[in-house]
Structure formats: C-alpha cells, structure tokens
C-alpha cells in the first residue's frame, strides 16, 4: 500500500508539473489531487525537490535506455531517426524538466552534474553516429563539422520546447515532431545526394 501511494505520488506529480510548469505547483497541491494529507505526502517524500529528484531518476534511465546504440553494425539514417524519437519521447514525457530546466539545475547540484551526464552521453552518441554515417560513404563531413554538428543537435534539442513555446506554439506534441524534424535537417546538407533525398521522403511521410 505505501508503495503504491508512493507511485501515485510521482505520477500525479509528473502530470501536473508537466501541465501546469513546476514552479506552479506545490507539494500541497499534489496531496489535494490525490485527496491524501500533507503528511502521507511528507511520510514518502522529504518536500517537492526529493520529489523532483524521483522522477528525474525515471527519466534518465529512459534516456540511458534510448541513448543505447545497436551492436555490430554501422547505423543508418532510419537509427537514428528512431533514435531520435526515443529521446523526444523522453523529453515530452519529462517535459516540465526541459521547460524549467535551468531553475531546477540551478537548484541541485546533483541533478546539474547528473544532467551533464546525459548531455555527455547524448553527444558521444551523436558524434558516434554521424562516424559511422561518414565510414559508410553516407555522409560527407570533417572530424570539426560532425563535432559542431553534434553539438547543434543536443542544443537543438535541449531547448527546442522552450523555443517553441517563446514562438507561441499551442500543440506542445506537435512542436516535438518539428523537432525532430528540424534535427535530422541538421545533417541534410552532410548528406550524399542519395541519401539527402531519402531523408527528404522521410521528413515528407512523417509530415503528413
């Protein structure tokens, strides 16, 4: 039972800092939701950054887990467009993260060296990648452009919600697709020609 109060706790928690923004939300507003006390809430976690620490745990091991790349083989443009989804995903589903991002860095230590990480971890990923594209004649690109390249795309994506919202765009899950989207432009004109074409049809069907 403590257990499962516990996971209703960081799931009524995820829902409304993802809906309403974290700083709008306090820990006796998440007991109100769950029509439990102020200390049931307490009794499982210390205050709201403990909270935030949970779910942050939740959301790195997606991250670790869409970040794993396939074993034996070079990857493909369809790899990383599908990886690419598995990090988005994670970024809509941890969304409240990206939004406030630097205020809950800026607040815990552990979680901004932490973040570091993954942000680490995403541009070996990417740098990784694009070698391999480059190993296999897919792409045309110097050691400087596929580390520039891999740095534009974990900026890209880290503040692409941000940006999107300062645009004034309403449909957050529609501005994730963009992203993506805009991503994988990054590496178009890298690209051969075959394959600049191939993403073309990609970006078109996923368009539509």
């Known amino acids: 039972m403590a257990r499962q109060t516990r996971q209703r706790i960081l799931d009524a928690s995820l829902a409304m800092f993802n809906e309403q923004g974290e700083p709008n939300v306090t820990t006796n507003h998440i007991a109100d939701e769950l029509e439990i006390s102020p200390g049931n809430l307490y009794y499982h976690f210390r205050n709201k950054d403990d909270i935030i620490e949970q779910l942050f745990a939740r959301y790195e091991e997606r991250m670790d887990t869409a970040l794993v790349a396939p074993e034996g083989r070079l990857r493909d443009l369809e790899d990383i467009w599908l990886q ?119 970006t078109q069907a996923y368009r539509q």
């Open 84 to 202: 690419l989804h598995l990090v988005f995903e994670a970024i809509w589903d941890y969304r409240f993260l990206y939004r406030d991002l630097v205020d809950i860095l800026s607040r815990n230590r552990r979680l901004r060296l932490r973040f570091a990480r993954i942000l680490k971890r995403a541009a070996d990923n990417a740098t990784s990648g694009m070698r391999g594209l480059v190993q296999a004649g897919v792409m045309r690109a110097s050691a400087a452009e596929v580390e520039a390249t891999a740095t534009n795309i974990l900026v890209l994506a880290t503040f692409w919600l941000n940006y999107a919202s300062v645009r004034g765009d309403r449909d957050e899950h529609e501005a994730i697709r963009a992203g993506i989207v805009q991503v994988m432009m990054l590496l178009s004109p890298l690209l051969r020609d075959a394959e600049r074409l191939h993403l073309n049809n990609l």
